[in-house]
């Protein structure tokens, strides 16, 4: 299996900032997408961000200009930093990988338990 497990959610007033943390875990072989993702009250999960383990990444038009994805391979590790954030940023934040498992010849989807991220004034 393949464990991640995020860090970082908060509540903060709107124009401040977050960095969120996901560390993935298990019999991994290859990380090949990392990303997040966040479902608000009542509304669908929706993607944030990804990066690719060549380095593409993907971000709703929404967060364009005020988030950054990144990763730190060694530690398999992928960062959500999250700057000017407003309140339409309240969600719940998933941790999300598509890895290929030792012995495997596929790739699957992984997701952590979620964390909280509020701002509000």
């Known amino acids: 299996q393949v464990q991640l497990v995020e860090s970082g959610g908060a509540s903060v007033q709107p124009g401040g900032s977050l960095r969120l943390s996901c560390t993935a875990s298990?019999?991994?072989?290859?990380?090949?997408?990392m990303g997040w993702y966040r479902q608000a009250p009542g509304k669908q999960r929706e993607l944030v961000a990804s990066?690719?383990?060549?380095?593409?990444?993907n971000y709703a038009d929404s967060v364009k200009g005020r988030f950054t994805i990144s990763r730190a391979n060694a530690e398999n590790t992928v960062f959500l930093q999250m700057n000017s954030l407003k309140p339409e940023d309240t969600a719940v934040y998933y941790c999300?990988?598509?890895?290929?498992?030792?012995?495997?010849?596929?790739?699957?989807?992984?997701w952590g338990q979620g964390t909280q991220v509020t701002v509000s004034s």
């Open positions: 999300y990988t598509r890895a290929r498992r030792t012995g495997y010849v596929y790739d699957y989807g992984y």
């Open positions: 298990g019999s991994i072989l290859s990380l090949n997408v």
């Open positions: 990066l690719t383990s060549g380095g593409s990444t």
